[in-house]
């Protein structure tokens, strides 16, 4: 399996940006997926997962500003994040989730938020 991250970039507090993740190398329907973001010197936590049935769930702290999707046909993870903070800079990566066993780890895409 293999997941290819892009959309991050350097964006200014209250913008958006869309995040894009290519899924390939296993049935990707079959999974549930999450965003996560890594900080260097923290764990990587998960902020966003959708089952496969794309029931979804947030950490509190992007509740009403990110939204999980997925498109199954196209095998493809989104993450649209709105009124974006400071705090949200951080690395992203797209990964199985909600009790599955994370394949490797992609490269994954930088968000910057800063004026």
């Known amino acids: 399996v293999e997941f290819v991250e892009s959309g991050g970039g350097l964006v200014q507090p209250g913008g958006s940006l869309r995040l894009s993740c290519a899924a390939s190398?296993?049935?990707?329907?079959?999974?549930?997926m999450g965003w996560y973001r890594h900080v260097p010197g923290k764990q990587r936590e998960l902020v966003a997962g959708?089952?496969?049935?794309?029931?979804?769930n947030y950490i509190d702290y992007v509740k009403g500003r990110f939204t999980i999707s997925r498109d199954n046909d196209k095998q493809m993870l989104y993450l649209q994040m709105n009124s974006l903070k400071t705090e949200d800079t951080a690395r992203y990566y797209c990964?199985?989730?909600?009790?599955?066993?994370?394949?490797?780890w992609g490269q994954g895409t930088q968000v910057t938020v800063s004026s």
């Open positions: 190398g296993s049935i990707f329907s079959h999974y549930p």
């Open positions: 959708i089952t496969t049935s794309s029931t979804t």
């Open positions: 990964n199985r989730a909600l009790g599955m066993q994370p394949g490797p």
